[in-house]
């Protein structure tokens, strides 16, 4: 049973910073084999992609509206994959879920293609 928990949303200002953190277990295989992806639902909104990270930290992809300002990084011995959120702004406002799956580079973007989703975190920034 694959679990995918999430932590470290909150309430920041603009410009301000945060770190998500999702550990996961239970994937059945090697954790370095899973993509691991977040997105981001704001309200009234569809569910988007923020960013993925594959094998190893040198495997990276990220939405056009976070580039530069946030950061996907994964920690293999300890089944947790981190995003490091700077220059925060009002639009980033939303609920924040983590994601996973053996995903082919194809279906990194597509929330549709993945399985095994965390409860979400929210994550406010006020202007």
């Known amino acids: 049973q694959v679990q995918l928990v999430e932590s470290g949303g909150g309430l920041v200002q603009a410009g301000g910073s945060l770190r998500l953190s999702c550990a996961a277990s239970?994937?059945?295989?090697?954790?370095?084999?899973?993509?691991m992806t977040w997105f981001r639902q704001a309200p009234g909104k569809e569910r988007e992609f923020v960013a993925a990270?594959?094998?190893?930290?040198?495997?990276?992809f990220y939405a056009d509206s976070v580039k530069g300002r946030f950061t996907i990084s994964r920690d293999n011995a300890k089944n947790t994959v981190y995003l490091q959120m700077n220059s925060l702004k009002p639009e980033d406002t939303a609920v924040y879920y983590c994601?996973?799956?053996?995903?082919?580079?194809?279906?990194?973007?597509?929330?549709?293609?993945?399985?095994?989703w965390g409860q979400g975190t929210q994550v406010t920034v006020s202007s």
């Open positions: 990270v594959r094998l190893t930290n040198s495997n990276t």
């Open positions: 994601a996973g799956g053996p995903l082919i580079l194809s279906s990194i973007r597509n929330p549709n293609d993945y399985s095994n």
């Open positions: 239970g994937f059945g295989q090697p954790f370095r084999n899973i993509v």
